[in-house]
């Protein structure tokens, strides 16, 4: 049974920091990359970041560019994302998710093939 299971959300004044994790379990972990994906109310779902399988390559929307950091842990099953100088526009629903991507987009939420439930972020101005 595939679980994918988010933690570390919270409320958070602008400027600070929160470490989101995302262990997952059911399936290879390290045949798939990875992403984070956040929804704010009224707004689709948009592509944060994601990694590689192999942690070697990572991706970023320009919003969080040089703010968040994602990375990997295969022996644990486990993503991380590090969100510094969180701002309130950051304030959403985020979502991890697992997919087997090769040549498509890897932050397009449809190359995703799991997903878990969603851990709120909320940044107060």
């Known amino acids: 049974q595939v679980q994918v299971v988010e933690s570390g959300g919270g409320l958070v004044q602008a400027g600070g920091s929160l470490r989101l994790s995302c262990t997952a379990s059911?399936?290879?972990?390290?045949?798939?990359?990875m992403g984070w994906f956040r929804q704010a109310p009224g707004k689709e779902r948009e592509g944060v970041s994601s990694?590689?399988?192999?942690?070697?390559?990572?991706f970023y929307t320009a919003p969080v560019k040089g703010r968040f950091t994602i990375s990997r842990d295969n022996t644990k099953n486990t993503v991380y994302l590090q969100m510094d100088s969180l701002k309130p526009e950051d304030t959403a629903t985020y979502y991890c998710?697992?997919?087997?991507?090769?040549?498509?987009?890897?932050?397009?939420?449809?190359?995703?093939?799991?997903w878990g439930q969603g851990t709120q972020v909320t940044v107060s101005s």
């Open positions: 998710a697992a997919g087997r991507i090769r040549f498509g987009d890897p932050l397009e939420p449809k190359e995703y093939n799991f």
């Open positions: 059911g399936f290879p972990f390290d045949d798939y990359a």
């Open positions: 990694i590689s399988w192999s942690g070697n390559n990572t």
